[in-house]
């Protein structure tokens, strides 16, 4: 009996998380994504963007925010759930039945767990893809020339070698009038001008194309003729009573990149392939002294001629006895006429090798950083499961203390502390890039500080702490104030 009780606690508990969870997810989620928005809004707006290219970046945009919404998901939907039951007193009707937190917890912890299998699984095959995409639009759209838009009484440059100026603009978007066109195809001058007094705005079917069919006109062409007597100018002027203008609009469309270019990023790479790079980067480290070896043998030839590391010391010590006791170092031994030419080699010996290690140098330390970041990123990829595990080690413990359900206290609380994982993450990550710290401990930090306070969390719940209680601290405040007011009474 007493096991059938406990597996409909389990399906309890477990339908209670549930619900929560999906809608602290969802709407972390749409915070998160909004927050981009507002962040590339400027840079994306005026562009004219179908509906379509939105929606696609929406939903990669989304994708890849997962990782950060599913822990503060988990967290909210923890400690609304016990702080519900914990406000009900169900917690304290589990208790007085014999059944410990710790066995209440266990249904959610294996539920969980499996999450943070499926948020592996998810960040190392979806969100490389999801990266891939995502920031590769985001590059087109941002890199993308704004929107063809006409507006009265301005010029428009935005199509090359014409500036367009429209005197009056109707309602529908079509009819204009006063129409002045500037036509710089020839490097830049004013000499080709189109001047009409009304006329319509006409794209074509595919958008490619924008005709002006303008009315009652004229045309002003400027030429120049050259002869044996000097430059002629002539002006031609030419009157119309429609013409129709076409203007190429291809390049307002938004052109995708090749998406092979932004593959190598060590965003868009799943585990394996990680491990592959980073290996590369450590065969690099290994042989980098030994390339450096063959890069300065050739330029430093006497001890490349020789296997003997004391030769060049028996040659000066020779040269000195032959030339007497006043020699001064090496330089001496070598014969007038070949002096200067042995210096200027030796000169160019050194250049060239302070060259290379320069280049090695700068090689290295490129490499060095692209290693630490492949590193972060390694360990990104298992973070994110610990994490989820981790806050909900912390807010269901939390959620049982401070009894309360609903989105008021509970919110308060899962956000700062989600603040403070998420700024000791960063601080991690960015000791890790600058070498301060091992990736490994950067990206584990936060982990580690915050587990030992889960388990106290998950302690002062199992013993019924009363830290959020504010009756709690009013009767020690009153435990404190009351032999004071004893005292003042006294007196």
Request: proline content about 3%; some cysteine; hydrophobic content about 45%.
């Amino acid at each position: 009996m007493k096991g059938r009780f406990i597996k409909k606690l389990d399906i309890l508990i477990l339908r209670s998380f549930i619900g929560p969870f999906i809608v602290t997810f969802f709407i972390t989620l749409f915070v998160l994504v909004m927050q981009f928005f507002w962040l590339y809004m400027d840079e994306l707006i005026g562009k004219g963007l179908g509906t379509w290219m939105i929606v696609q970046l929406l939903f990669y945009m989304s994708t890849t925010m997962v990782p950060l919404a599913l822990p503060l998901g988990i967290l909210l939907a923890s400690i609304m759930t016990f702080g519900n039951m914990g406000e009900n007193f169900e917690l304290v009707a589990i208790k007085s039945a014999g059944i410990s937190l710790l066995r209440f917890m266990r249904p959610l912890l294996v539920f969980i767990t499996l999450i943070g299998a499926f948020a592996f699984f998810f960040n190392n095959n979806v969100i490389p893809y999801a990266n891939l995409k995502a920031l590769s639009l985001l590059y087109d759209l941002r890199n993308s020339k704004p929107a063809f838009n006409i507006r009265a009484g301005q010029f428009n440059n935005g199509i090359q070698d014409f500036a367009i100026r429209v005197g009056e603009k109707d309602k529908d978007g079509r009819t204009i009038r006063n129409i002045i066109i500037y036509d710089h195809t020839n490097g830049g001058m004013n000499d080709k001008v189109v001047i009409a007094k009304e006329g319509e705005m006409i794209p074509t079917p595919d958008k490619h194309y924008m005709i002006f069919r303008l009315k009652d006109g004229w045309r002003y062409e400027e030429a120049s003729n050259n002869n044996q007597q000097g430059s002629n100018y002539q002006q031609m002027r030419m009157n119309f009573k429609r013409w129709d203008k076409v203007f190429d609009l291809s390049s307002f469309k938004v052109s995708r990149t090749n998406e092979e270019l932004f593959k190598d990023a060590y965003q868009m790479m799943d585990v394996v392939q990680l491990n592959e790079r980073i290996d590369s980067f450590k065969r690099y480290e290994k042989h980098l002294s030994d390339n450096i070896g063959i890069y300065l043998g050739p330029n430093i030839s006497v001890m490349a001629n020789t296997h003997d590391k004391d030769t060049i010391y028996k040659l000066a010590k020779a040269a000195k006895a032959e030339r007497g006791a006043y020699t001064t170092g090496f330089i001496e031994t070598i014969p007038d006429s070949m002096k200067n030419q042995a210096i200027v080699q030796a000169l160019n010996y050194v250049r060239n090798s302070k060259g290379l290690l320069d280049i090695s140098s700068n090689d290295r330390s490129i490499q060095h950083s692209n290693f630490l970041q492949f590193n972060i990123e390694w360990h990104r990829k298992f973070t994110l499961s610990f994490a989820c595990v981790l806050l909900f080690l912390i807010g269901a413990p939390l959620g049982a203390i401070i009894r309360k359900g609903g989105l008021g206290m509970p919110l308060v609380i899962a956000v700062a502390f989600f603040v403070v994982f998420h700024i000791m993450s960063i601080t991690g990550e960015k000791l890790s890039r600058t070498g301060a710290l091992p990736p490994w401990a950067g990206m584990w930090m936060a982990t580690s500080m915050l587990l030992p306070i889960a388990f106290v969390l998950i302690n002062q719940a199992r013993n019924d702490s009363q830290i959020f209680s504010k009756e709690w601290y009013q009767r020690i405040w009153s435990k404190i104030i009351s032999p004071l007011k004893r005292k003042q009474l006294e007196a």
